[in-house]
């Protein structure tokens, strides 16, 4: 079973920064891909990066590139987002997801058809 565990958010100020960190379980894939989506009230959900197992390969949305940075400790599991420079439109509930990768689906960011999903963590940029 795969489990995918948040933490790291919070309330920072604007220009601040936060570090997100999914402990993932259960991800006995060849080859997945694992990353952040966040969803803001009234907004549409908004897959923002994303890493691959199998070679480190890394996608951003332009919103945040520049600014947040996507890394994994493969000893720990873990998939880390750096997230610095943070604006208030940032502030959303950011979300762990991953989906295999296999020949029929191909590298992309986190969308609705990732297969797994965390709970959610919360974060808000305030002015």
């Known amino acids: 079973e795969v489990e995918l565990v948040e933490s790291g958010g919070g309330l920072v100020q604007a220009g601040g920064s936060l570090r997100l960190s999914c402990a993932a379980s259960?991800?006995?894939?060849?080859?997945?891909?694992i990353g952040w989506f966040r969803r803001a009230p009234g907004k549409e959900g908004e897959g923002i990066s994303c890493?691959?197992?199998?070679?480190?390969?890394?996608l951003y949305t332009n919103s945040v590139k520049g600014r947040f940075t996507i890394f994994s400790d493969n000893a720990k599991n873990t998939v880390y987002l750096q997230m610095n420079s943070l604006k208030q439109e940032d502030t959303a509930v950011y979300y762990c997801?991953?989906?295999?990768?296999?020949?029929?689906?191909?590298?992309?960011?986190?969308?609705?058809?990732?297969?797994?999903w965390g709970q959610g963590t919360q974060v808000t940029v305030s002015s």
């Open positions: 997801a991953a989906v295999p990768i296999t020949p029929m689906r191909q590298f992309h960011l986190p969308s609705n058809a990732y297969d797994y």
């Open positions: 890493i691959r197992r199998r070679d480190g390969t890394t």
């Open positions: 259960g991800l006995t894939f060849d080859d997945y891909a």
